[in-house]
């Protein structure tokens, strides 16, 4: 393989010989070119050789005795002996040193080998040896004779952007909102010695804007004289790591990267994620990294450097290196304001109109802030924002794109509605606009709910009244929509309220069974176990859950059988409508409906003798169980009463009704009289243990004799089953 620039030598040398006429290339011909080329030139320069001159002598040398083809006669030149055996040992030596091209200095210093050509002649007539070129080649470049590419191709230009260029070109986004902090990085680069400014702020704050905008005002004129010529060049870290797969190569590479931004004036260079530079390049064990290289250009100000990290980098990785630390100046740049991440998406708003073809009406701007701060809670502002107004202009324009014709219909204004949609989507949450559809399922929510669950309005009033409170935006701030204590007997339909809660909304459901957190340990598995324990990198059920699924129906089964540690973590999930996992991370509760189950004060009440005060055991079981702040915390602590023997008859049909639904795909249906109803209601019902018995009645008395003709007798093909009572259950079966 040969570089580029020798490529072009032979491609020269060819073309001089056919101009004039020549029938032989050699070694001369190549000699002339390289002569002419500039790194043979400032190779001569530093011999103090006249390259001009030896240029014409060689030049008149070849014209005079090489031999020309006939005018009639139209051929290539034909390569000579001397320079065929000249070029295979340049490529032997070259796959020998280890190199990957052969490029001008190999073809030359092969050249000189030949004791007979003319080219070694003219310069030992000039007292210039072979040994000469050699040593004047091993010195000129401390980092050694690399690929004529890599020399032509600058490991600064290979490894780094030149922002202020790019800036020139109109290329980058307009910064705005950050001129204090534009400012502040602006005098810590005026300082005569540790002029580094270290940018801290959490992911998507605009760290890397500053250092944009910095390159923007010095591409304007819009700073001091001392930063008037300057060049911001920005770091490839991943690109400076690729391809050293030996020890040292590394280093090599970021010392001539190093060495090339010394010798720009007023360089400066730009690292973004600057904590991967701790520990880059070091290789078993050893102390050298990147880092460590870069200090003494540091603290000498000879090598201007903005670092750009995450509070959590910079605590973990950078903050552990005390002498790289001192060298720089650390600025926080702070999440902007919603006030001024509006005032930010408003100058950036041209940008994405015109890529887009869509106009964004003021209402989007300030929703799509508004909304992405409040419901994209893993994410900072105003990245989460702008990537809001990208993708809603994406979806408008995909969706309008399909039913309009010719492009420029796609001039169309995105709304407050539009944005809200596309949040929806991100987040996993409903739309907070509430459409027809979601008005009629909340006007009738309450009504839907009471056809499923019996003898419990008081819990379900409770309930939908807080939902409606929330989609109205009547809601209070940073607390989840409604926090529900359900107290009662078991079976009377506390669970069921929960679960059918979020069928009737189409909304997530998560159950946590509270006897399975009896122990202190156990609580750890709701946020994560604490760092050194097994389980740590998994994360916690609950708040991985609320994560995945922001809006969630969460119930928190028999709530009195958990460790007392839980109510404690549930007091922060009531108040502030978050939850911190053993990473730190935040889960957000506001789109939650939190119901808490407990039986407490039922197996007081069931005493003789205090079964007319059931609700006054119960609400003292309650006072002494819960802390008061707890109990301050709640919405509501809805008590759900016994089933009466004519709400289990109710609780028959839904249960029938289910039945009916399961078998729907076989093709079967049932139809039961109101006794055979009555009887399945006394055949369950039981005061103390609500509805529960019921569905083991059903399984006996009605689900067992269809069993049979299902699989194997009268309803294998489906129809219709009659149920009927007469002193015993009787089936009666229609195909």
Do not use: W
């Not at 003898?455 to 939908?464: E, L, P, R, T």
């Not at 957190?517 to 050194?532: C, D, F, N, Q």
């Amino acid at each position: 393989m040969i570089s580029k620039e020798l490529r072009e030598i032979f491609a020269k040398s060819i073309n001089y010989a056919k101009i004039n006429r020549h029938e032989y290339l050699t070694l001369e011909h190549i000699f002339l070119m390289l002569i002419n080329s500039q790194t043979i030139k400032d190779l001569f320069e530093d011999l103090n050789v006249d390259s001009i001159k030896l240029f014409e002598d060689l030049k008149k040398f070849i014209d005079e005795t090489t031999p020309k083809l006939p005018e009639n006669i139209i051929d290539e030149p034909i390569e000579t002996l001397a320079l065929s055996s000249t070029i295979e040992y340049m490529v032997a030596h070259t796959q020998s040193s280890g190199k990957v091209k052969a490029n001008v200095e190999d073809m030359f210093v092969a050249i000189l080998k030949d004791e007979n050509a003319y080219a070694t002649y003219l310069l030992k007539k000039l007292g210039i040896q072979r040994v000469d070129i050699l040593e004047e080649i091993s010195h000129k470049d401390d980092t050694g004779v690399e690929n004529r590419d890599e020399q032509n191709d600058k490991v600064l230009d290979q490894n780094s952007s030149e922002l202020v260029a790019i800036a020139k070109k109109n290329q980058i986004d307009p910064v705005i909102g950050r001129d204090k902090e534009l400012q502040r990085v602006i005098e810590i680069l005026g300082r005569r010695k540790k002029n580094n400014p270290l940018l801290v702020g959490e992911p998507g704050v605009g760290k890397t804007a500053i250092a944009e905008g910095l390159a923007l005002k010095i591409a304007s004129g819009e700073v001091p004289p001392f930063l008037e010529d300057a060049k911001v060049f920005s770091l490839d870290m991943g690109s400076m790591l690729a391809g050293t797969k030996y020890r040292g190569d590394f280093e090599k590479k970021l010392k001539s990267l190093l060495k090339e931004i010394s010798k720009i004036p007023n360089a400066i260079l730009f690292i973004d994620e600057i904590h991967t530079i701790v520990g880059a390049g070091s290789v078993g064990g050893s102390a050298m990294d990147a880092s460590n290289i870069l200090k003494p250009l540091l603290a000498n100000g000879k090598l201007r450097c903005i670092g750009a990290t995450t509070f959590a980098e910079y605590r973990n990785d950078f903050a552990k290196d005390k002498a790289l630390i001192r060298r720089f100046a650390k600025v926080d740049i702070n999440e902007p304001s919603i006030e001024d991440s509006i005032t930010i998406i408003e100058g950036l708003k041209s940008k994405y109109e015109e890529f887009h073809k869509v106009k964004y009406s003021k209402s989007a701007i300030i929703s799509a802030v508004e909304l992405s701060k409040k419901y994209i809670q893993d994410r900072f502002l105003p990245d989460c924002a702008i990537d809001v107004i990208d993708e809603v202009g994406a979806s408008k324009k995909i969706e309008l794109s399909k039913t309009l014709k010719t492009k420029s219909d796609l001039n169309i204004t995105i709304t407050s509605k539009d944005v809200e949609d596309v949040v929806s989507k991100m987040a996993h949450i409903p739309s907070r606009s509430a459409t027809k559809s979601d008005l009629t399922l909340l006007k009738n929510l309450e009504k839907n709910m009471q056809k499923r669950v019996f003898g419990q309005d008081k819990a379900i009033v409770s309930i939908v009244q807080a939902i409606k409170r929330n989609k109205a935006g009547l809601g209070v701030d940073k607390k989840p929509i409604g926090s529900f204590l359900f107290t009662g007997p078991t079976g009377v339909g506390k669970t069921e309220v929960a679960r059918e809660l979020s069928l009737q909304m189409g909304i997530h459901f998560e159950r946590f069974d509270m006897s399975e957190y009896m122990e202190a340990h156990a609580v750890s598995r709701l946020i994560g176990a604490p760092a050194g324990y097994v389980g740590f990198e998994q994360g916690g059920l609950l708040t991985e859950s609320i994560r995945k699924h922001p809006h969630t129906v969460l119930l928190l089964d028999e709530i009195e059988k958990a460790h007392p540690d839980l109510m404690s973590i549930l007091l922060q999930v009531m108040d502030n409508a978050e939850l911190t996992d053993n990473s730190g991370n935040k889960a957000d509760f506001q789109n939650v409906i939190l119901i808490m189950t407990s039986n407490l004060g039922v197996a007081e009440a069931n005493v003789m003798g205090f079964a007319k005060n059931e609700k006054l055991n119960e609400g003292k079981a309650i006072n002494k169980f819960f802390a008061p702040e707890f109990r301050n915390r709640l919405d509501a602590v809805v008590s759900f009463d016994s089933l009466s023997l004519d709400i289990v008859s109710k609780v028959v049909g839904k249960f029938i009704e289910d039945l009916e639904k399961q078998l729907d795909s076989k093709k079967i249906k049932i139809e039961i009289s109101k006794k055979a109803k009555d009887e399945l209601a006394n055949l369950g019902y039981d005061k103390a243990m609500g509805a529960r018995p019921l569905n083991r009645v059903i399984s006996d008395k009605i689900k067992n004799p269809l069993t049979d003709e299902i699989l194997f007798g009268k309803l294998k093909k489906g129809g219709v089953v009659k149920i009927d009572y007469k002193d015993d259950f009787i089936f009666t079966y229609i195909n």
